[in-house]
């Protein structure tokens, strides 16, 4: 059995905003993820992202939009309820011994992580508030440009655009607390100035190869390798169009799982691969339907030739090592 770092996940925003802060997320069947099948599975640590949702978002959960403030207040409600009510099978951890320390006591380790930096407003006092609260990855941006900078966009003036002054001081401010700079979602000039003045690794959640499937939420291969020479890691997202950029696909499939994972070993080193499912935030057809069946790709990889030590860094051992770098 291989024990997963699942590096992103949007569990927490349906849990509230279905069913309310006093919800928890052990037993949803309805879901792609929750405690109960993490544990039966033998997940080392699952990161669950507050995912800062647009205000027209909340029309799909028929729900009036809320302040940021109040929206991260219910998510982070809905990870504490899960934790204390739950402790026999999961514990929060913000640092590796932690992690660590978790998994000989038998518990899945829950780490709380934000996606989308505009509720940081530009005030670095807001970052040290939800490093407070526990938060310890944050995506700097989502979709739209924020304090830090800039999205990904097909647009070359977008793409082409740095991260902003206050984006600068933020990502050093970030790890030097120790906070993990996420860089998925982020555009490539603002990649590019993350690895220029990053000091220890950082990390692209939930982001693919864009030479295997051209979207621009997917990394090139230039910037792949400089991840891994920043000691990073990038999560394998599952999502069908991050996975495959064929007209109108709609199924999430392994074998475009292993062909993203062999192009990346092969450009860049076995060393930057990791897992970031990005469950309960895409829809389509998944030939991986939950956290309980990333065995059916670890299966597939050993097929394909990767060996059980290539197979465990892919699963945990990367992202253990760069919780260790740069998470405290």
């Known amino acids: 059995m291989f024990h997963t770092i699942d590096m992103h996940c949007d569990t927490l925003m349906h849990a509230f905003l279905e069913d309310g802060g006093n919800a928890d997320v052990y037993h949803r069947p309805e879901l792609c993820i929750d405690a109960e099948r993490l544990a039966e599975a033998g997940a080392l640590a699952q990161f669950f ?34 934790i204390e009510r739950h402790s026999d099978v999961i514990a929060q951890a913000e640092n590796a011994s932690q992690i ?22 530009g005030k670095m006092e807001k ?6 609260m526990g938060i310890r990855a944050l995506a700097l941006t989502w979709n739209f440009e924020n304090c830090f900078g800039y999205p990904n966009s097909n647009d070359p003036m977008i793409n082409g655009k740095g991260l902003k002054p206050f984006g600068i001081e933020a990502v050093k401010h970030m790890q030097d607390i120790g906070m993990l700079v996420d860089v998925s979602h982020l555009n490539d000039a603002g990649f590019d100035d993350v690895c220029r003045i990053a000091k220890v690794p950082f990390i692209a959640s939930h ?11 997917n990394l090139t291969d230039d910037r792949i390798r400089a991840l891994a020479k920043a000691g990073g890691v990038m999560g394998l997202n599952l999502m069908p169009g991050f996975l495959n950029d064929s007209e109108g696909s709609q199924i999430s499939r392994i074998d475009d799982m292993v062909q993203m994972i062999q192009h990346e070993k092969e450009i ?19 030939e991986i339907a939950s956290c309980d069946q990333l065995n059916r790709l670890y299966d597939a990889l050993a097929k394909a030739g990767f060996s059980a030590g290539e197979i465990e860094k892919i699963a945990c051992g990367n992202v253990m090592r760069v919780i260790h770098e740069a998470m405290h």
Do not use: Q, W
């Open 49 to 82: 992202a507050i995912y800062i949702i647009p205000d027209k978002a909340y029309e799909h959960f028929h729900r009036p939009a809320l302040s940021h403030e109040e929206y991260i207040s219910g998510c982070a409600r809905v990870f504490r309820n899960t």
């Open 100 to 121: 660590e320390t978790n998994f000989r006591n038998g518990k899945v380790s829950a780490v709380l992580t934000m996606e989308d930096g505009v509720a940081v407003n």
């Open 127 to 132: 970052l040290d508030e939800f490093y407070h």
């Open 207 to 217: 982001s693919n190869a864009r030479a295997i499937c051209r979207h621009s939420r």
């Open 268 to 286: 860049a080193g076995i060393d930057v691969i990791a897992i970031g499912t990005d469950f309960d935030g895409f829809d389509g057809d998944k």
